[in-house]
């Protein structure tokens, strides 16, 4: 008889029972939360005894309020038992800027590039990858656009945009979405050229 | 040199001594971002020993729009305009998906009548087609074959035309949404519709006299890029790029959505997974994909072609001026959006490219807390070093094109 999802949450919480944190049931799919050190120990036995051959992707989730702050999420596929999973991790800690979560490349190769996109858009680092570098983002990027302190619209870049950026000087706190300082003046007011009593768009005079 | 430098670096003990004592450099060339036949902005850095191919190593996100940021900021059903243009060759796939997706997290499934199904899977069936189409005129450009290019073109004209004819809009429709259709079908696109799958045979025909057995096509295509079943599955490919390698997976088959199961179709499956497999599969499904839209015309039941539910679907817009009902549904809607219950899903669908899937977490509010969006293109992109090094340097171009990459959904 093929496996299916539930079957599955049971085994693995026989086999391992100090790794499940709890599981989750929603819509007719199953999530399994797990500590993130048995993370690893886990999807070995997923892909080779359950027969989990497909790692869909790898994604994360920034919760700000909570600690701990993010949840990386792996969606697993059975092309033999034709069934699926979700397996979570939480990670980051108050404070931590860069928490970190053991690497399955070795059980997938294909979480190669997935776990590059998680580090790249949330900071999240993987241990045991092979070549942990950004992948979306231009690789002199420092900050993580997907965390929920990134603002939508972005940062305004000094000319000429080689892809440096402004960083915040000051803290710019959880869920901030502006660009504006703490003063309420706009961050590259300062640079601003114009004079204020001249028509917008006409070339500067003295 | 930046600490992240991407490019291999040239070192003489890699070269190796020739016999009369001169060395053998590699070479370490870019191909791209503006490249024509990279399908798009997409950067190799290639390693190449005369024309042998050493190492490969993609550079993506030149594309990089932000889109699942942007969904976090927008109401479900402002998102999904977000959708159409990952995979810009194929939207109303895209839709499909996130629909569905959205569909499920608010328990609306039940609700989606058959003729809503039915319309949508001869749309998302009509669209594999148009992207195949594409597919195939730009990888016959890519290989010398330039007559083709126009050819499928014209046939992906009178695709457009059919999508115009419903939504008003050739190619960004965003015509399938969440609670069923935007808007109800026109009395001429049963002609249309027709009018195409009778004449698309004989151009199937043409495409297949021009280049199945061409001499030419199978020398460039047969034996290169090969790419085995088992990296295939263990690197996350899907769609026609994993059943080139002789495995037998279609999401419609598999876990059927949107009534696929009534549908009477079969899976291309090809044996050697090189790039003349890739093509046939995509050819076939074509002849597969017109097999299913003309059972969906066939059967298409009458109905209404969105869900009943005034708060998820906005009641027809006549009603406001004579029910209070209509028009603070109508508002409520359109200002602030319906509000899935908390919680998250995935849902996969077999788009042109592959698995599309689309994970949506709610936080209870009208808007999505996360999106991800799971494309076939990022990870079939990810087996191209397997599939070309070793090979020649023209090899990499035909690669490419039987991979069928999208950048808009490699790098969202």
Redesign the interface.
């Known amino acids: 008889m093929a496996l299916t999802a539930t079957a599955t949450v049971s085994l693995v919480k026989e086999k391992f029972p100090q790794a499940v944190v709890e599981t989750v049931a929603f819509r007719d799919e199953q999530t399994l939360v797990l500590q993130p050190e048995s993370l690893v120990g886990v999807c070995i036995y997923l892909q080779k005894s359950l027969r989990y051959n497909f790692l869909s992707t790898i994604t994360a989730v920034d919760w700000p309020e909570r600690v701990p702050r993010f949840d990386v999420v792996y969606q697993l596929l059975s092309l033999p038992n034709q069934c699926v999973l979700r397996l979570k991790v939480h990670v980051g800690e108050r404070g931590e800027e860069h928490p970190s979560v053991p690497s399955v490349c070795a059980v997938w190769p294909g979480a190669n590039w997935y776990e590059r996109e998680v580090y790249d858009l949330f900071g999240i680092t993987f241990a045991g990858h092979p070549d942990l570098r950004r992948i979306l983002m231009p690789p002199d990027w420092t900050t993580h656009p997907l965390r929920k302190d990134y603002p939508l619209t972005g940062f305004d870049l000094p000319e000429p945009h080689w892809g440096g950026q402004v960083p915040y000087t000051t803290d710019p706190g959880v869920g901030s979405q502006t660009l504006r300082s703490p003063e309420g003046r706009e961050l590259n007011e300062s640079r601003s050229s114009l004079n204020p009593n001249q028509e917008p768009g006409t070339p500067k005079r003295e | 040199m930046?600490k992240?430098e991407?490019a291999t670096q040239y070192r003489l003990e890699d070269s190796r001594p020739l016999e009369d004592g001169q060395h053998m450099d590699t070479m370490t060339i870019n191909m791209g971002p503006q490249h024509p036949s990279t399908h798009g902005v997409l950067r190799l850095i290639l390693t190449i020993n005369g024309e042998t191919v050493l190492k490969v190593v993609p550079d993506?996100?030149y594309l990089?729009t932000?889109i699942?940021?942007?969904a976090?900021?927008k109401s479900y059903h402002q998102a999904l305009v977000l959708t159409d243009r990952m995979d810009y060759l194929s939207p109303l796939n895209n839709n499909l998906g996130y629909s569905l997706a959205v569909e499920?997290?608010l328990?609306i499934e039940d609700e989606i009548s058959e003729k809503i199904n039915y319309v949508r899977v001869a749309l998302a069936e009509l669209q594999r087609i148009a992207s195949h189409l594409v597919w195939l005129g730009t990888h016959a450009l890519d290989l010398g074959a330039m007559s083709v290019f126009l050819y499928c073109f014209r046939e992906r004209e009178v695709i457009l035309d059919i999508f115009e004819e419903i939504s008003g809009v050739r190619m960004m429709t965003s015509y399938i949404c969440p609670g069923g259709l935007q808007a109800d079908l026109t009395p001429n696109f049963e002609k249309k519709v027709r009018a195409f799958t009778s004449m698309f045979p004989a151009r199937l025909r043409e495409y297949h006299d021009l280049l199945t057995n061409n001499q030419l096509w199978i020398e460039r295509t047969r034996g290169v890029g090969i790419l085995r079943a088992e990296?295939a599955?263990?690197?996350?490919?899907s769609g026609p790029t994993l059943r080139g390698s002789n495995?037998v997976?279609d999401i419609r088959k598999?876990?059927p959505y949107s009534g696929y199961e009534k549908f009477d179709f079969n899976i291309p499956v090809g044996s050697n997974g090189d790039v003349y497999d890739r093509y046939l599969v995509r050819m076939l499904e074509m002849q597969e994909s017109l097999k299913i839209v003309n059972q969906a015309m066939d059967g298409m039941p009458a109905g209404p072609y969105r869900v009943a539910n005034p708060k998820v679907a906005p009641p027809p817009k006549w009603q406001i001026t004579g029910s209070m009902e209509a028009l603070i549904h109508h508002f409520k809607l359109f200002t602030e959006g319906y509000r899935p219950p908390e919680?998250?899903?995935?849902v996969?669908t077999e788009a042109p490219k592959g698995?599309l899937?689309f994970?949506i977490?709610s936080d209870g509010s009208a808007r999505p807390?996360?999106m991800?969006v799971?494309a076939p293109s990022?990870?079939n992109l990810?087996v191209l070093p397997l599939m070309v090094e070793g090979g020649l340097l023209s090899d990499v171009v035909a690669a490419i094109g039987s991979i069928d990459i999208v950048l808009g959904e490699v790098?969202r």
């Open positions: 930046q992240q991407i993506i996100g990089h932000g699942e940021k942007t976090e900021a499920k997290l328990g990296d599955i263990a690197y996350g490919a495995v997976w598999v876990f919680g998250e899903v995935f996969r698995e899937g994970y977490v807390y996360r991800h799971r990022f990870a990810e790098d």
